[in-house]
């Protein structure tokens, strides 16, 4: 079925203990739909300047991407500008320029209203309802966001969320949305805002899942080479969304499949800098890494036996 | 198969965001001892002072633990008070009293010198060798170590580590110990000093454990209520040993499950202060948990057939 992406396409410039980059591709959308890209084509709406560079263009088009909703608009690309620490868990913003950002008001072509799989990048929520708006019969919904709209537009995101399916967010974000510090309850107090389930991204820790009762922990890939983390938590959900729309399901275990396969991808995305790992990674690539996630989580059954001679509490 | 345990038996003064509690029972290796003998009797090599509480000796007793090796000196008992902060994941030391702990030289009961399974708690590395000098034939020994030890005497460490199958740390102990940030490179240089097999545990994210080119990756089972974090190290030790000296083995799908059992054992220490969720604990607990952290970490299989129609790239 077909899939929307809304979001950032920004050109980033990073610092990271391993080097640095002027002005490469980077942005929610971008990431976003390079990961999902593998899973079938992208619908994408994001705003641009007249400074963008061509190729990335040609780089989206090339990935299957849908670009008849990136508008060019007079004036400079969304700049974001960050420095990573050594422990690479955390993106220290230098600088932040929105350029034509800042006036982003997402039309949605009228060939993309039908899609039924919907993923709201970090935006101001009240651009995220307006895109919701737009689309005629959404059958799931996935919702990023991030600390700033959590404090400055609490109230527009509570609005968001009554409409999504699912949302994305760190465990920082879990925190302070609900006020409350242990994730197993923010988890609980989230999903009583709306959403009728919750991914909490843990960065190298991987991720928790929580849909009602149901609660999946997927690992992160143990990586020896992290490059780049910018992007990760819009790979996963790249991977997450691709997969489900490709599927066309979002019942309990293709979420499951869906959770690993979005870790897959942002282990990859985090391996070189900007998208460029996900310009040369392949669809065996991907297959292979989930096949080794499956065998970093197994283990088989206790014995029915075990506790047959143990010691018991007095 | 006989496990044999030395560590400290202690009195804690504990301090959380959910209370505090006075001279209570603590110690690696009376939280060791409570987890292993679920699966089987225990031999303890600790010491106590003239104060220690006849009770706690019944406790222990009463698991089926064998205190021969339980001497009782002039003085007083080992004791340490710490504060938890909000987060739970870093214990901050207040006072530490080594008191009859400071002049500990494990002396092994002749009937403990057969024991096949060995698990060096958190003592002095001079004084796990001598421990070890004292077992005749170990078939596995464990090691547990810390942040002083790996600074103040790493050449003694370093020469345990030559003699043991397996270390247990956490992140921030691999990367002192290995003197690297990235958690895979550091488990590969500490795999490199001489242990078999490595497991980083890492708090409430779970732990992952090394054995030569093998990763597994248990994620910890996700808690509402935290209420005390001391002894979750110990008690995953002796929950991974336990059984591992019941099963009378150590190949792969054993340590997993052995891994996974010391996550639930662990998981049920902080639910309450000191060991006092252990004393309720019953064995079908434990086997209900180890089932609910399968269901947990379970995913299935991915399509053949996914990738058949998806871009690749250009």
Same mark, same amino acid.
Request: hydrophobic content about 45%.
């Given at each position: 079925?077909?899939?929307?992406?809304?979001?950032?396409?920004? &050109?980033?410039?990073?610092?990271?203990?391993?080097?640095?980059?002027?002005?490469?591709?980077?942005?929610?959308?971008?990431?976003?739909?390079?990961?999902?890209?593998f899973f079938g084509p992208t619908r994408l709406v994001a705003v641009v300047g007249e400074d963008f560079p061509e190729?990335?263009?040609?780089?989206?088009?090339?990935?299957?991407?849908?670009?008849?909703?990136l508008s060019r608009e007079p004036g400079k690309t969304f700049r974001w500008k960050g420095r990573y620490e050594f422990d690479l868990n955390t993106a220290h913003t230098l600088d932040t320029q929105l350029n034509v950002f800042a006036g982003f008001r997402p039309v949605l072509p009228a060939s993309f209203r039908g899609s039924e799989f919907v993923f709201l990048g970090n935006i101001d929520p009240d651009?995220?309802?307006?895109? &919701?708006?737009?689309?005629?019969?959404?059958?799931?919904?996935?919702?990023?966001?991030?600390?700033?709209w959590i404090t400055s537009k609490r109230q527009s995101l509570l609005e968001t969320l009554k409409r999504?399916?699912?949302?994305?967010?760190?465990?920082?974000?879990a925190r302070q949305l609900a006020g409350e510090h242990n994730v197993v309850k923010a988890a609980r107090a989230i999903l009583s805002m709306g959403p009728r389930s919750l991914v909490v991204k843990r960065g190298e820790?991987?991720? &928790?899942f929580?849909?009602?009762?149901?609660?999946?922990?997927?690992?992160?890939?143990?990586?020896?080479?992290?490059?780049d983390p910018t992007g990760a938590g819009d790979s996963f959900?790249?991977?997450?969304?691709?997969? &489900?729309?490709?599927?066309?399901?979002?019942?309990?275990?293709?979420?499951r499949r869906a959770i690993v396969l979005g870790s897959v991808l942002a282990s990859f995305a985090v391996e070189q800098f900007s998208l460029d790992r996900l310009r040369t990674l392949r669809p065996e690539?991907?297959?292979?890494?989930?096949?080794?996630?499956?065998?970093?989580?197994?283990?088989?059954?206790?014995e029915s036996d075990l506790f047959n001679g143990a010691a018991t509490p007095g």
């Open positions: 079925m077909a899939l929307l992406v809304v979001g950032s396409v920004a &050109l980033d410039s990073l610092e990271t203990p391993f080097g640095r980059r002027e002005d490469v591709l980077g942005g929610s959308a971008s990431y976003f739909s390079a990961c999902s890209s190729e990335h263009v040609r780089f989206l088009a090339g990935r299957g991407v849908d670009l008849a909703g651009l995220q309802r307006a895109v &919701l708006d737009q689309v005629e019969r959404p059958r799931f919904v996935g919702c990023d966001t991030m600390n700033y999504v399916d699912m949302l994305f967010v760190n465990d920082a974000e820790y991987g991720a &928790l929580f849909s009602g009762d149901e609660v999946f922990a997927a690992s992160a890939f143990p990586l020896p080479e992290v490059f959900a790249g991977g997450f969304m691709g997969y &489900l729309a490709h599927r066309g399901r979002a019942d309990a275990p293709t979420m690539e991907i297959r292979a890494r989930y096949a080794e996630a499956r065998g970093l989580a197994h283990f088989d059954d206790l």
